[in-house]
C-alpha cells in the first residue's frame, strides 16, 4: 500500500522535476539529451550481461573509477555501464572513462523511466555507490532478479530518523535482493534500524579513499609548476560556489603583502559561473589570466582563472597548498581527498558535512585546517607558505592517513564477484509490458 501511495507521489511531482530539467537544458544546450534519459531512454545500447554502476557525482565517480579497474582486472571482458544525476559527474566521467564505459543519467523513480532504463541498460548486476534508495527502482531490479549492491553505503543519524518515518516503504524497498556495502560500523547498524537484512550488511569500507590520481594528471600539473617557476607560492581554491570568490581574493590580497608573487588558481565549481567570477576579477582590478583563452600566468599575474573542465586534479598537482570549496558556504564540501592524495595540507571552511569522516581524519592527522572565513584563510595560507618544510609535513600525513584507509574496492568487488556467477546462468528478464509509462 505504501509504496502505492509513494508511486502516485512521485508521478504528482514529476511535472516539477521535469520543469527544472527542461529549464537547466534550455540555459545549457549541452545538457538537452539529459531530459530524455532522465526519462529513462538510456543513450547507450543494450549490454546484457553488464554490471550497472551508479555514482551520483563527481566524487562518487572519481570513487566509481577505481571499482570499475577492479572489476576490470578480475573480468576483462565485462561490460560497465556507468549513470550519473548531475552534469559535473558525467562530464567527468567522460573525462576518465572516455568511450571504455557507457555513460547515461539515472532515470527518474517512475515506473515507466525505471522500465525502459533496464530494458536498455539489462544489467546483470547493479551497484549504487554512497546511498539512494528508490523504492520503484528496487523493486524493479527485483522482479526481473537482478541483484543490487549498495557499495561505500552510509546513513546519518539524522537519515535513520527520516527513514523510520516510512518504515514500511523503506523496508520493503531494503528487504528485496540488496547487500549492502557499508562505511562504517555505526553506517552498518543505522540500515538494520531502518530495515536491511542483518545477513546481508558488511563493512567494506569507504571506497572514496581508493582514490588514484592518474600519472597524466600529475605529469602534467608539474610541468605547468616548471613553467611557472617552482619558487613562486602558488595555492589553489578548487571547487568554490559563490561567495567563496571573493573570499579567496581577500584571503590572496593578504598573501601578497609577504608573498608578492604568489599565484591564486581560482577553480569555480560549476561553467554556469565561469563569466561572473571573471567579471569579479575584472571589477576588482586584479590581473588575471584564463585557462580557457590558452593563457598562462605570467610574473605579473595574480590570480589564473581556470575556466575549463576535467583538470582540476593537474592544477592540485601544481599548488603548494589547497584550499577546496563548497565549505566556507553551506554546500557540504567537496573532495579532500584529492589534495590529499597528492600530499598537500589542505584548507577548508567548517561546512564539511558531505565528507564529515574524511574531513576528521586528515583534521587529526594534521593535513587539514578548518578555517571560518576568508581572514582566517590568508592567516592559515600565511603560516604554510612562511614554514614549507611544516606545510610538506602536514600534507605528507594526510597522504600516509588515506593510504591506511585504502582497500574497500577489494572488499566491495568481493561481494560483487559471487553476484556475477550467480546470475550469470540467465539473461535479466526484460518488463513484461509496454515500457512506455504507466
Known amino acids: 500500500m505504501m509504496r502505492h501511495v509513494y508511486v502516485g507521489l512521485t508521478y504528482l511531482l514529476a511535472p516539477v522535476f521535469i520543469g527544472r530539467e ?37 566524487g562518487e565517480v572519481q570513487a566509481a573509477a577505481a571499482l570499475v579497474q577492479a572489476l576490470r582486472r578480475r573480468r576483462p571482458d565485462l561490460p560497465i555501464v556507468l549513470s550519473t544525476t548531475t552534469a559535473t559527474g558525467a ?22 523511466a525505471v522500465r525502459r532504463f533496464l530494458d536498455r541498460v539489462a544489467p546483470r548486476v547493479a551497484v549504487i555507490l554512497e546511498t539512494e534508495i528508490w523504492p520503484t527502482l528496487y523493486a524493479t531490479l527485483a522482479r526481473r532478479r537482478i541483484p543490487l549492491v549498495l557499495g561505500s553505503a552510509r546513513l546519518s543519524a539524522r537519515s535513520v530518523d527520516r527513514y523510520r518515518r516510512f518504515a514500511a516503504l523503506i523496508g520493503d524497498a531494503l528487504a528485496q535482493d540488496v547487500t549492502i556495502g557499508a562505511q562504517t560500523v555505526e553506517d552498518a547498524e543505522r540500515f538494520r534500524r531502518i530495515g536491511a537484512p542483518a545477513g546481508r550488511v558488511q563493512v567494506t569500507g569507504n571506497v572514496k579513499y581508493d582514490l588514484e590520481i592518474p600519472p597524466a594528471q600529475v605529469a602534467a600539473g608539474r610541468e605547468l609548476r616548471e613553467r611557472w617557476g617552482r619558487a613562486r607560492p602558488v595555492w589553489i581554491a578548487g571547487s568554490t560556489h559563490e561567495g567563496e570568490e571573493a573570499a579567496a581574493l581577500a584571503a590572496h590580497a593578504a598573501v601578497l603583502e609577504s608573498f608578492p608573487d604568489a599565484l591564486l588558481l581560482l577553480v569555480p565549481r560549476h561553467p554556469p559561473r565561469f563569466e561572473a567570477v571573471q567579471a569579479l576579477l575584472q571589477r576588482q582590478g586584479v590581473p588575471f589570466a584564463r585557462r580557457s583563452a590558452g593563457e598562462l600566468p605570467q610574473p605579473g599575474h595574480a590570480v589564473y582563472l581556470v575556466d575549463t573542465l576535467g583538470e582540476l586534479q593537474a592544477f592540485y598537482a601544481a599548488s603548494d597548498v589547497a584550499f577546496v570549496g563548497g565549505s566556507l558556504v553551506p554546500v557540504g564540501g567537496h573532495s579532500l581527498l584529492e589534495p590529499a592524495v597528492l600530499g598537500l595540507p589542505i584548507l577548508s571552511g567548517p561546512h564539511t558535512q558531505n565528507g564529515r569522516e574524511i574531513a576528521e581524519l586528515l583534521e ?38 588515506v593510504t591506511a584507509n585504502r582497500g574497500a574496492v577489494d572488499r566491495l568487488a568481493d561481494l560483487i564477484e559471487p553476484l556475477l556467477v550467480r546470475s550469470s546462468g540467465a539473461r535479466p528478464a526484460t518488463s513484461s509490458g509496454p515500457s512506455g509509462s504507466r
Request: charged share 25%.
Open 22 to 58: 527542461a529549464w537547466q537544458a534550455w540555459r545549457e544546450p549541452a545538457q538537452r539529451r539529459r531530459v530524455a534519459q532522465r526519462l529513462g531512454y538510456a543513450a547507450c545500447a543494450p549490454r546484457a550481461g553488464s554490471v550497472w554502476v551508479h555514482a551520483v557525482s563527481v
Open 91 to 112: 562530464q567527468r566521467a567522460r573525462a576518465l572513462f572516455a568511450d571504455s564505459v557507457e555513460h547515461c543519467f539515472l532515470p527518474y523513480d517512475l515506473p515507466g
Open 364 to 401: 587529526r592527522a594534521g593535513a587539514l585546517r578548518l578555517v571560518p572565513d576568508a581572514d582566517a584563510l590568508g592567516r592559515a595560507l600565511l603560516d604554510w607558505f612562511g614554514a614549507p618544510p611544516e606545510a610538506r609535513a602536514a600534507g605528507e600525513s594526510g597522504r600516509r592517513a
